[in-house]
């Protein structure tokens, strides 16, 4: 999916009116990063006085303000923090407080939302991973926020405090266990855990 994205920008890629460019690339990396819904009151409403640098550990404190469970502060990914960073550089004269992070020259949201499904559709017929047969369902950019979530609850090998992780995206453990864990196969140290005698003497 990232290579074809980077492949569509250096191709100069049209899709109705706009051309493809780095920020779709930087846009997937950013939504995988940081639990944010692709909605107007998350991610298409960010701003710059939304966003705040913490270095313990690197990256992102955003601030949610009217998401869809309401106010929140969500924490992203290191990865969050480069995206962060080419964003200013693309946009030095869009970087103000109240300047959007994502297209930022449409301040119509709905027009950048539009936009933005638009081209990372084209991305997903590229790829052809529009559809998903094994649960027969089809991709969209939701589909990020579901990889986001799911990266946290394998890479971390189980460990990670599911509250938590509820907490930061938004929603509850009852949500993840229901539409995210469920389809998960079970890390190396759980299989362990499962098949364990108890302690060996």
Do not use: W
């Not at 006085?49 to 303000?65: N, R, V, Y």
């Not at 990372?120 to 052809?128: D, E, G, V």
């Amino acid at each position: 999916l990232l290579d074809n994205a980077k492949a569509m920008a250096a191709e100069g890629v049209r899709v109705r009116e706009t051309i493809v460019t780095d920020e779709l690339y930087d846009l997937i990396l950013f939504l995988t990063h940081s639990f944010v819904r692709p909605v107007e009151s998350e991610l298409y409403g960010l701003k710059h006085k939304h966003i705040s640098l913490s270095s313990e550990p690197k990256s992102l404190l955003l601030t949610i303000a009217d998401g869809k469970t309401g106010f929140r502060h969500a924490n992203t990914m290191s990865g969050a923090v480069s995206v962060y960073e080419r964003i200013k550089d693309r946009y030095p004269d869009l970087s103000g407080p109240d300047d959007y992070l994502f297209f930022p020259h449409y301040r119509n949201r709905s027009n950048a939302k539009r936009i933005i499904q638009r081209q990372f559709n084209a991305l997903l017929q590229r790829c052809n991973l529009k559809a998903n047969p094994i649960f027969e369902y089809t991709h969209s950019l939701y589909s990020l926020r579901h990889t986001a979530i799911c990266m946290r609850l394998t890479l971390s090998k189980g460990k990670v405090n599911i509250y938590t992780l509820a907490k930061n995206a938004g929603t509850s453990v009852n949500q993840i266990e229901r539409f995210y864990a469920r389809h998960l196969p079970l890390s190396s140290e759980l299989i362990k855990n499962l098949q364990t005698f108890g302690e060996e003497t």
